[in-house]
């Protein structure tokens, strides 16, 4: 078993769990065949960072208690709750809730008091034996946040009234009412004064002091290239210290805020216009060097695409993870560099960092674990070199960098910078580009002809070889008829200009009349072939031969063999070994004139041929046959 490890940016990011990393047991397998998998060899050798680290459907919510020892997940289907321990790395216990839930908080130190926002607007309270208490609000909830001094349970929703339920005294307390028109999508607790923020559907952020229970302050983001209510807030995040406030839009923008001031110092685009779902402080972790990577504190930011980390300070990218599934909702293990991600999933995908942060105390196995079982990364060493062989090395002139460090041999060839080669084939071929200019010209030109209408002529199903040896015999006879017409012309217009002539011209008279002859009958025969071509193609007593399959020619039988030994050759080669003849017949005389002849009769066996060749016609039973 290998881990998947990516290197964005220069920083390793290792998938530990998540992505079918490591091969889940479906719930129907039956015992039986639990015990056959133990010959599996992919089965034995699984890695499961945390056992049944996952749900059947997906997870919806993930959140790591305040003591750092128990996880505690929401998921579907069905709706269930489940809290992990990390001292055992296994799932504790598992409860099934009536619906889905929206949003949950973890009151205790451990996991044994928790209040979960549940879809059908109930807010149910668990401790750790069963459900508690359930209490109903008003509007359909969207967050949930818990003010411990006065133990006040914050639910926002879809309505500008931000409901407390006071859990010491068991009762609703009087909402807060907010500007919003519409509704109220994430309420946030600061760590340190314990302000409340409201981010709103109207893209403004309200800050209440909970001790007067008054708005002292409204923050409105304003992002270049949109207009003020184009957007609304998504997420909210407090840092630490009490002062950074980090605002996320349902446009994909994370902007950084000091309370003391009204601009922010830092705007992030997150690339992908998506609603930024989880936005958290990554703080630098205990005995990081000063200058490096893990000392300076960071964003974390997410939505349904990927999870980004990046520098609060610069906004310069630290790294990126994508995972294969939409995200829901995304968690970090305190003091380490472990993530926690929720998402349209089966598993609960964990990705470890070794540049955010070491390895948690319960999996400090990870630090040696990545290294021994990290999978090969997919890119080559020579993804930015071009192979180039000898003889394209001396054609570019570049063969005198052999032996140097340019150059890196490798089987029947050598490896050269991609910049070196571009430039060294812009050298050596100047006009490369007036090459490739007009051989694209050629290819639109030819990709245009082939979208002309063009003739086609429909062969019949029956008979379709030798319908097309009749079409090509009609038109030989109109080639040769057109050819006679020029040569005719020709022969009008050198007469007229040379005039009557001398006794040299008698002896090419009588070889042109020997020529003529010989070209005479030729042209009877084609036209006689021709001739019986039309007929056969148009005479209706004909006409079943090419459309009753009773008629079909068949040329793979014996007795088709036998009377054509000789495979049927095209007019064209005909023409050319008939040209060759006539040329020999002029060098060596009549004897081998003839001779000539009796070659070009056995080799002509088709039916053009026998045709053409056959003063009397008597091939014409040979080629219906």
């Given at each position: 078993?290998?881990?998947?490890?990516?290197?964005?940016?220069?920083?390793?990011?290792?998938?530990?769990?998540?992505?079918?990393?490591?091969?889940?047991?479906?719930?129907?397998?039956?015992?039986?065949?639990?015990?056959?998998?133990?010959?599996?060899?992919?089965?034995?050798?699984?890695?499961?960072?945390?056992?049944?680290?996952?749900?059947?459907?997906?997870?919806?919510?993930?959140?790591?208690?305040?003591?750092?020892?128990?996880?505690?997940?929401?998921?579907?289907?069905?709706?269930?709750?489940?809290?992990?321990?990390?001292?055992?790395?296994?799932?504790?216990?598992?409860?099934?809730?009536?619906?889905?839930?929206?949003?949950?908080?973890?009151?205790?130190?451990?996991?044994?008091?928790?209040?979960?926002?549940?879809?059908?607007?109930?807010?149910?309270?668990?401790?750790?034996?069963?459900?508690?208490?359930?209490?109903?609000?008003?509007?359909?909830?969207?967050?949930?946040?818990?003010?411990?001094?006065?133990?006040?349970?914050?639910?926002?929703?879809?309505?500008?009234?931000?409901?407390?339920?006071?859990?010491?005294?068991?009762?609703?307390?009087?909402?807060?009412?907010?500007?919003?028109?519409?509704?109220?999508?994430?309420?946030?607790?600061?760590?340190?004064?314990?302000?409340?923020?409201?981010?709103?559907?109207?893209?403004?952020?309200?800050?209440?002091?909970?001790?007067?229970?008054?708005?002292?302050?409204?923050?409105?983001?304003?992002?270049?290239?949109?207009?003020?209510?184009?957007?609304?807030?998504?997420?909210?995040?407090?840092?630490?210290?009490?002062?950074?406030?980090?605002?996320?839009?349902?446009?994909?923008?994370?902007?950084?805020?000091?309370?003391?001031?009204?601009?922010?110092?830092?705007?992030?685009?997150?690339?992908?216009?998506?609603?930024?779902?989880?936005?958290?402080?990554?703080?630098?972790?205990?005995?990081?060097?000063?200058?490096?990577?893990?000392?300076?504190?960071?964003?974390?930011?997410?939505?349904?695409?990927?999870?980004?980390?990046?520098?609060?300070?610069?906004?310069?990218?630290?790294?990126?993870?994508?995972?294969?599934?939409?995200?829901?909702?995304?968690?970090?293990?305190?003091?380490?560099?472990?993530?926690?991600?929720?998402?349209?999933?089966?598993?609960?995908?964990?990705?470890?960092?070794?540049?955010?942060?070491?390895?948690?105390?319960?999996?400090?196995?990870?630090?040696?674990?990545?290294?021994?079982?990290?999978?090969?990364?997919?890119?080559?060493?020579?993804?930015?070199?071009?192979?180039?062989?000898?003889?394209?090395?001396?054609?570019?002139?570049?063969?005198?960098?052999?032996?140097?460090?340019?150059?890196?041999?490798?089987?029947?060839?050598?490896?050269?910078?991609?910049?070196?080669?571009?430039?060294?084939?812009?050298?050596?071929?100047?006009?490369?580009?007036?090459e490739h200019r007009l051989r694209r010209v050629q290819e639109k030109l030819a990709k245009a002809?082939?979208?002309?209408?063009?003739?086609?002529?429909?062969?019949?199903?029956?008979?379709?070889?030798?319908?097309?040896?009749?079409?090509?015999?009609?038109?030989?006879?109109?080639?040769?008829?057109?050819?006679?017409?020029?040569?005719?012309?020709?022969?009008?217009?050198?007469?007229?200009?040379?005039?009557?002539?001398?006794?040299?011209?008698?002896?090419?008279?009588?070889?042109?009349?020997?020529?003529?002859?010989?070209?005479?009958?030729?042209?009877?025969?084609?036209?006689?072939?021709?001739?019986?071509?039309?007929?056969?193609?148009?005479?209706?007593?004909?006409?079943?031969?090419?459309?009753?399959?009773?008629?079909?020619?068949?040329?793979?039988?014996?007795?088709?063999?036998?009377?054509?030994?000789?495979?049927?050759?095209?007019?064209?080669?005909?023409?050319?070994?008939?040209?060759?003849?006539?040329?020999?017949?002029?060098?060596?005389?009549?004897?081998?004139?003839?001779?000539?002849?009796?070659?070009?009769?056995?080799?002509?066996?088709?039916?053009?041929?026998?045709?053409?060749?056959?003063?009397?016609?008597?091939?014409?039973?040979?080629?219906?046959?």
């Open positions: 078993m290998v881990l998947t490890a990516t290197n964005t940016n220069n920083v390793k990011v290792y998938t530990v769990s998540g992505s079918n990393l490591s091969r889940k047991l479906p719930d129907w397998l039956a015992r039986r065949k639990r015990r056959e998998l133990q010959k599996d060899v992919e089965w034995t050798n699984r890695l499961e960072l945390i056992q049944d680290f996952g749900f059947p459907e997906a997870a919806l919510r993930i959140k790591v208690t305040p003591d750092g020892r128990h996880c505690m997940a929401t998921g579907v289907y069905k709706p269930q709750i489940r809290v992990y321990d990390f001292d055992n790395v296994s799932m504790k216990f598992e409860r099934h809730t009536n619906t889905e839930n929206i949003d949950f908080v973890v009151l205790s130190d451990d996991w044994t008091k928790s209040v979960h926002l549940q879809s059908d607007r109930t807010v149910e309270f668990h401790n750790e034996g069963q459900m508690h208490f359930r209490v109903r609000v008003p509007r359909f909830g969207r967050a949930l946040a818990y003010h411990s001094p006065s133990c006040d349970v914050l639910v926002c929703g879809a309505s500008p009234d931000v409901y407390r339920v006071n859990l010491d005294q068991g009762r609703f307390m009087a909402p807060m009412q907010t500007q919003s028109s519409s509704g109220v999508n994430v309420v946030a607790v600061n760590p340190a004064h314990l302000l409340y923020g409201f981010g709103t559907e109207d893209g403004a952020v309200e800050f209440w002091d909970p001790r007067a229970r008054n708005r002292i302050g409204v923050l409105e983001p304003f992002i270049a290239g949109t207009s003020g209510n184009s957007f609304e807030i998504s997420a909210l995040s407090f840092r630490g210290d009490g002062l950074g406030t980090a605002v996320g839009t349902s446009s994909g923008h994370v902007l950084l805020y000091d309370l003391r001031q009204a601009r922010p110092w830092q705007v992030k685009d997150q690339q992908y216009g998506l609603p930024i779902k989880t936005l958290a402080w990554v703080e630098p972790t205990t005995g990081a060097a000063v200058g490096d990577a893990a000392a300076e504190p960071k964003v974390l930011s997410a939505d349904a695409q990927a999870i980004k980390l990046w520098s609060a300070e610069s906004g310069r990218a630290f790294t990126s993870i994508e995972p294969a599934h939409a995200i829901n909702d995304v968690c970090v293990v305190p003091e380490s560099g472990l993530l926690f991600a929720a998402g349209e999933s089966s598993e609960i995908m964990a990705y470890f960092v070794p540049q955010l942060g070491p390895a948690p105390r319960w999996a400090h196995f990870l630090e040696n674990l990545t290294e021994e079982m990290e999978q090969s990364p997919t890119q080559a060493i020579y993804d930015d070199y071009k192979f180039v062989a000898r003889r394209e090395l001396d054609s570019l002139g570049l063969a005198h960098l052999i032996g140097s460090p340019v150059l890196k041999p490798y089987m029947h060839g050598f490896f050269i910078d991609l910049r070196l080669y571009e430039r060294a084939k812009a050298i050596a071929n100047p006009f490369a580009y007036e002809r082939e979208s002309r209408i063009r003739a086609t002529t429909k062969l019949p199903k029956v008979n379709r070889a030798l319908a097309q040896r009749l079409l090509q015999m009609q038109r030989v006879d109109k080639m040769e008829r057109k050819q006679k017409q020029q040569q005719q012309q020709q022969q009008a217009a050198g007469s007229v200009a040379a005039g009557h002539g001398s006794d040299s011209d008698d002896d090419d008279d009588d070889d042109d009349g020997a020529k003529k002859l010989n070209g005479g009958r030729q042209r009877k025969k084609a036209q006689a072939a021709a001739a019986m071509a039309t007929a056969v193609l148009e005479d209706s007593r004909f006409g079943d031969i090419f459309t009753n399959p009773e008629f079909e020619v068949d040329e793979e039988a014996d007795e088709f063999k036998q009377l054509h030994a000789m495979p049927t050759m095209r007019r064209t080669e005909q023409k050319q070994l008939k040209q060759q003849q006539q040329k020999k017949r002029t060098t060596r005389g009549d004897d081998d004139s003839s001779s000539d002849d009796e070659v070009d009769i056995r080799t002509s066996k088709g039916p053009a041929a026998s045709l053409e060749d056959d003063d009397d016609g008597d091939s014409d039973g040979d080629f219906f046959s």
